[in-house]
């Protein structure tokens, strides 16, 4: 499995490819790339050591991820003159969705309603800017442009109904508010792109070290109330009990982690458990 870190500086670098409509044998692809050249770019950008640490990534990447893929479907990334198109998938966007959710800046904001034929003033919370969400589109190298990022951010809308719009129309790069969806992810169940990023990030911001009871060592374990912690402060549910049971239920289909003695289902408390893969 590869980091989500690695993730989204590899696809960064990638995104910097030149895309174009290219011929071959007579036959137009729209808007594809040359693997050999996306090879060449993440190599010069320092975050492989070889190209074939780039083709191996890049294979990975694009099997988890669903973000890359051939014109036709019949090869794997490879370092060779053949084409491939950016695609951005549920996981693609669940990931980004919940980059903007921890980034952006967020206020109560009010505006003149008509509720019932009266005009009233409405509270509307965790309201952004259509620039600040673009601002941080643009701060993880994903876009290449602002313009780039607004066509990402409203499939990130489409895929995870991320916000509702407050001011204006369609989201754009400007100062209109745009609320986030308190009970977006709440659907998660529904969403298997949801479920794989809610590991993700478990594995990812969870303390894994090696843990002491009674005298005995658990080596490469991480407490249950950490991974609640991620559960809840990343949006995907509203209380403790609720990380709890979201848990359980994306545990019994993924098979992401154990209690350290099979003893018990995740809980909020100081049980160690450790990843299975």
């Keep these: ?90 996981a693609i966007s669940s990931i980004l969705g919940d980059i903007i959710r921890s980034r952006v800046k967020v206020n109560d904001c009010s505006k003149l309603e008509t509720v019932g ?74 969403n298997a792109a949801a479920k794989h990023s809610l590991a993700k990030l478990i594995q990812n911001k969870v303390t894994v070290k090696d843990h002491r009871y009674h005298g005995k060592k658990f080596k490469e374990t991480f407490l249950g109330s950490d991974a609640v912690d991620v559960t809840v402060s990343s949006g995907y549910a509203e209380s403790r009990d609720e990380a709890i049971q979201t848990l359980r239920l994306m545990n019994v289909e993924l098979d992401l982690f154990e209690h350290v003695s099979n003893e018990h289902d995740i809980e909020d408390s100081e049980l160690f458990y450790r990843f299975k893969h």
């Design 1 to 90: 499995m590869v980091e989500l870190d690695e993730c989204m500086k590899y696809i960064s670098a990638l995104r910097r490819v030149e895309v174009k409509d290219r011929i071959w044998c007579l036959k137009k692809f729209e808007q594809c790339f040359v693997g050999k050249d996306a090879v060449d770019l993440v190599l010069s950008s320092g975050i492989v050591e070889s190209r074939d640490d780039a083709v191996r990534i890049g294979r990975k990447i694009a099997a988890e991820y669903k973000c890359v893929e051939h014109v036709t479907g019949e090869h794997e990334f490879e370092d060779d003159f053949l084409f491939y198109r950016f695609t951005q998938s549920l």
């Design 117 to 190: 034929g009266e005009l009233r003033v409405i509270i509307h919370k965790l309201c952004f800017t259509g620039s600040d969400a673009v601002d941080v589109i643009l701060s993880t190298g994903y876009a290449i442009s602002r313009a780039d990022a607004v066509q990402i951010i409203r499939k990130i809308n489409i895929d995870c109904h991320l916000f509702n719009v407050v001011t204006g129309n369609a989201f754009d790069d400007d100062a209109n508010l745009y609320t986030q969806q308190v009970n977006a992810k709440r659907s998660w169940s529904r």
